[in-house]
């Protein structure tokens, strides 16, 4: 059977009109409906509560967008009772109300997940859902009511508890209609927007924000410098692009700067990417080039002096053996490994976990008990010398064989007539000694040296 092409185009027209005038009504996180609804409709090939609801808002008939695990489903209500949703906590789960022109947008929840209706109650809008592509990480969520004065209604925005905790709410404005929102990081958020007006009655609806990574192949650089977040003026920042673009042999333009903020009392934090010819330039190689131009001699290459050159995320493989912690940007080595101290500190610089505790502790037990033994035999060697004693003698005739070799202690000439007595020797008389004593043979040789030499004694 084929369809007149005037007819498609009006009935295309009609469906355009009608989703025009729905749109997202009351949103509840977690929750389920009553079993009193019917004309359950599965919509494939949609992933998100925003197409849900607008498959659901293309379809006349249909009160409910369900998003269950991923799932869309579209329900009709039979009567109001039957679209009060109910609590499930811990579920993937979001349910929204499909608020067309002249319907209800929503039903009172007994169970207190939240209030929409139509008259006077403020019908809330959270803004539907988001997308971002890092490195943008900021985004504003502009709230509204519907059915009620919104400058009689009191705004209070609340992150899911299953988002994730990194993000900066600026100014405040979690109690304003709009939400300012920075410093986001790779997940999916969801927040609720409660809007409740002076009679006590309100609604809820929900935002989504899902923030993708950077595309593959580009990095984000981390430069501390010693200088005062509040001391780096406009100039000096450009500056500071015009040194580096210059050190990397890129333009200026191709240096992006994506933070500059404080990260201790004296020191600033300079996030940057850089571009290439063929695409952003991998973190690691910016990183060994800056390290080698930055950290060693050429420490005053920059406006600055820099600390330290890191990957704005913590890409240490840490041996295998760790993990990389994203905030100090160093290893956590897992029980019984350490880092290896030469590698670390005389190689390459990286933090790694290449070492056995084990291991070190016997070494390190080994070379203190090495060290202490050879100082103990050091001092003892030494002690020894001193005391040892050597008693020097001279030797007054070894040419002759047959001749006694008669030794005696040197000393000095003053000592040479010290006349002993005691009981049991004579006195002698000062004339000089007889020598050799009378009566005893004498060798004619040993004679003669006498002569020669003359008397050892004087």
């Not at 403020?122 to 009511?145: I, K, Q």
């Not at 005062?228 to 992006?256: E, H, M």
């Not at 350490?338 to 290449?354: A, K, M, P, V």
């Not at 007889?434 to 050892?456: D, F, I, L, T």
């Amino acid at each position: 059977m084929s369809w007149d092409p005037t007819f498609l185009l009006l009935l295309q027209s009609i469906g355009a009109a009608v989703a025009s005038r729905c749109q997202q009504g009351a949103t509840f996180s977690q929750a389920a409906v009553s079993p009193e609804v019917s004309g359950a409709l599965r919509v494939w090939g949609v992933a998100s509560l925003q197409q849900c609801v607008a498959a659901g808002c293309n379809l006349p008939g249909y009160h409910l967008a369900w998003l269950l695990g991923g799932r869309c489903y579209l329900l009709s209500c039979q009567q109001g009772a039957g679209c009060r949703p109910r609590r499930t906590p811990g579920s993937a789960s979001v349910l929204a109300f499909l608020q067309r022109a002249g319907s209800y947008g929503g039903l009172p929840d007994e169970e207190g997940a939240g209030t929409a209706g139509g008259g006077d109650t403020p019908v809330a809008h959270a803004g539907g859902s988001h997308t971002l592509t890092l490195p943008n990480n900021s985004l504003v969520l502009r709230g509204s009511v519907t059915n009620g004065d919104q400058t009689q209604v009191h705004f209070l925005w609340v992150r899911d508890p299953q988002s994730p905790a990194a993000g900066d709410v600026l100014y405040g404005s979690d109690t304003w209609p709009h939400l300012f929102l920075a410093n986001l990081v790779e997940g999916s958020y969801l927040f609720q927007l409660r809007a409740v007006d002076a009679q006590g009655r309100g609604s809820t609806a929900m935002a989504t924000v899902e923030v993708r990574p950077e595309p593959e192949g580009g990095g984000v650089v981390e430069l501390e410098m010693l200088v005062g977040v509040a001391q780096v003026s406009v100039a000096q920042k450009d500056t500071l692009i015009r040194q580096l673009a210059a050190l990397l042999g890129v333009n200026s333009t191709d240096v992006q700067v994506r933070a500059l903020q404080g990260y201790a009392h004296l020191s600033t934090v300079l996030h940057f990417s850089v571009w290439g010819p063929l695409g952003p330039l991998p973190d690691s190689k910016l990183v060994a080039q800056l390290r080698a131009m930055l950290l060693g001699g050429g420490n005053h290459a920059l406006l600055f002096r820099v600390l330290r050159v890191d990957p704005a995320l913590c890409v240490l493989r840490c041996s295998g053996r760790g993990q990389c912690d994203p905030i100090t940007k160093e290893c956590t080595c897992d029980a019984f490994w350490t880092e290896n101290l030469i590698r670390r500190y005389l190689g390459d610089g990286e933090s790694n976990c290449d070492w056995r505790l084990l291991y070190v502790v016997l070494t390190s037990f080994l070379l203190v008990v090495s060290i202490l033994t050879l100082s103990w035999s050091l001092v003892c060697c030494r002690s020894w010398m001193k005391v040892r004693k050597k008693t020097r003698y001279a030797i007054l005739d070894d040419t002759d064989e047959q001749e006694r070799v008669e030794l005696r202690p040197t000393f000095s000439v003053k000592h040479r007539c010290v006349v002993h007595t005691s009981s049991l020797m004579g006195v002698e008389s000062d004339s000089d000694p007889e020598w050799p004593p009378q009566g005893r043979n004498q060798h004619p040789q040993g004679r003669n040296k006498a002569a020669r030499y003359g008397n050892a004694f004087g």
